[in-house]
């Protein structure tokens, strides 16, 4: 038998995170959201709460949790809000979980117990102006001078790369050409406030609006040797393995918005009259709705599906492109179908649904767009 019950922690802590959700993000955030402000209190609650560790085990100060443990607090804070999601989701799958899958003892200890307490933020630099689909057409480079790494290049569209308490952007780099005159492409920590690493003024962007996204340039940029992540020319296998996970869970996150689009609109039929009656008492609306609470569920065994794989250790990469293909579909399905329901109001910032259809649509984009999932699914069916 398949078993899709939570266990006693897990649902635990999806509880926690939905009190939390909706008690203390759902009122403020989309002020944040219109004021485009990083809220730094309620990730630094969300650190206290211990979420930016879930998954890391207690010596650097984590939870000792698992990654479907994340997944769960991902879908519970998508569920109200996508920037404040997405903070976390940035800050462990791309920031903090690069340290602590190839880092050395030293860079494990140094960068992740704040890490793990949300009191910095790490960032993931792979995207660059020039492309970010075509992972490995890097143009940022490293050469070793000395003892030092010397960054030359920029990177687009990173999240969380600067705010107050970003504390590193993890970036990759090309540092030679392998035996077979590929580029040979390595990862390496470049600590927040390093000469030569500037930080452009934050994008004005479509959605995630309460979140924190930069382009970062780098000249002559200089870090210790030492700062290497793993091992050299690992670079491209390291960052297509932490993109695996972290398509899990935008799936998660995105669930959750395909789910707070269904809260939202069996609160708004019962309540929004037309032509005398709850709108909720028209066909038409209740399928609407019934085929968004479908999308949301489907997608969730999606996540699941993928989650449990990746938690048992088992091959999981076709797993995850399907999840965030079908979870990022679903949260667009719904966030435009949720719109519909609220009409007039649904264009409008007062409601979460506005906020939930512009925050949709970076789903299919970010860590590897629908396209790119597809090209996963097709090459593990031996096309
Ligand atoms: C808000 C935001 C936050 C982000 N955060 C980060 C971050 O923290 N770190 C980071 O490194 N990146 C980040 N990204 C970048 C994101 O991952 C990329 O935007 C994404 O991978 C797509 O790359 P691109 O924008 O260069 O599009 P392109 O690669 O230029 O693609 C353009 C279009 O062509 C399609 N396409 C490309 N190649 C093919 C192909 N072979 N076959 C069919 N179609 C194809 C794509 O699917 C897309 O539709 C972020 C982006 C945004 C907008």
Redesign the pocket.
């Known amino acids: 038998m398949i078993d899709f019950r939570l266990d006693e922690e897990h649902e635990a802590l999806r509880k926690t995170v939905q009190e939390f959700a909706r008690e203390e993000v759902a009122p403020v955030i989309g002020d944040f959201y219109v004021r485009e402000e990083f809220p730094y209190e309620i990730v630094a609650k969300m650190g206290r709460m211990g979420l930016f560790g879930l998954p890391f085990p207690e010596e650097y100060g984590g939870m000792g949790g698992d990654y479907f443990a994340l997944c769960l607090a991902l879908e519970e804070l998508g569920r109200v809000d996508s920037s404040v999601a997405v903070t976390l989701e940035?800050g462990v799958s791309?920031g903090a979980m690069p340290i602590y899958r190839f880092g050395t003892a030293e860079q494990k200890e140094r960068w992740l117990p704040a890490l793990c307490i949300g009191e910095a933020l790490g960032?993931?630099?792979?995207?660059e102006p020039g492309?970010?689909?075509?992972a490995g057409a890097t143009m940022t480079t490293a050469r070793l001078d000395g003892d030092e790494w010397v960054i030359n290049g920029s990177?687009?569209?990173?999240?969380?790369?600067g705010t107050g308490i970003t504390s590193l952007v993890t970036v990759t780099a090309v540092t030679g050409t392998d035996p077979g005159g590929r580029k040979e492409i390595s990862t390496i920590i470049v600590p927040a406030g390093t000469p030569g690493l500037a930080i452009a003024k934050k994008?004005s962007?479509v959605g995630?609006n309460a979140?924190d996204?930069h382009e970062l340039s780098f000249a002559d940029c200089r870090v210790p040797a030492s700062n290497q992540l793993g091992v050299r020319g690992r670079g491209y296998a390291q960052f297509l393995s932490i993109l695996d996970e972290g398509r899990v869970a935008i799936a998660a996150l995105a669930v959750g918005l395909a789910q707070g689009c269904v809260d939202e609109c069996v609160r708004y039929a019962h309540e929004r009259e037309a032509f005398g009656r709850k709108i909720g008492e028209y066909q038409a609306i209740q399928f609407k709705i019934a085929d968004m609470e479908a999308r949301a569920h489907t997608a969730r065994l999606a996540y699941y599906a993928a989650a449990s794989k990746l938690v048992r250790g088992e091959p999981f990469k076709k797993e995850a492109a399907i999840a965030k293909l079908v979870a990022s579909n679903a949260a667009m399905d719904n966030s435009r179908d949720a719109t519909q329901v609220f009409g007039g109001y649904g264009f409008m910032n007062e409601y979460p649904v506005g906020r939930f259809y512009r925050d949709a649509k970076?789903l299919e984009?970010?860590?590897?767009?629908?396209?790119?999932q597809r090209?996963l699914i097709a090459r593990h069916l031996g096309l």
């Not at 960032?123 to 995207?127: I, K, N, S, V, W």
């Not at 990177?155 to 790369?161: D, E, H, L, M, P």
């Not at 984009?365 to 790119?372: A, D, N, P, Q, R």
């Open positions: 940035a791309l960032a993931f630099g792979l995207t492309g970010g689909s075509d990177k687009a569209f990173i999240t969380n790369s994008y962007k995630w979140s996204t970076i984009i970010g860590e590897g767009t629908s396209e790119v090209m």
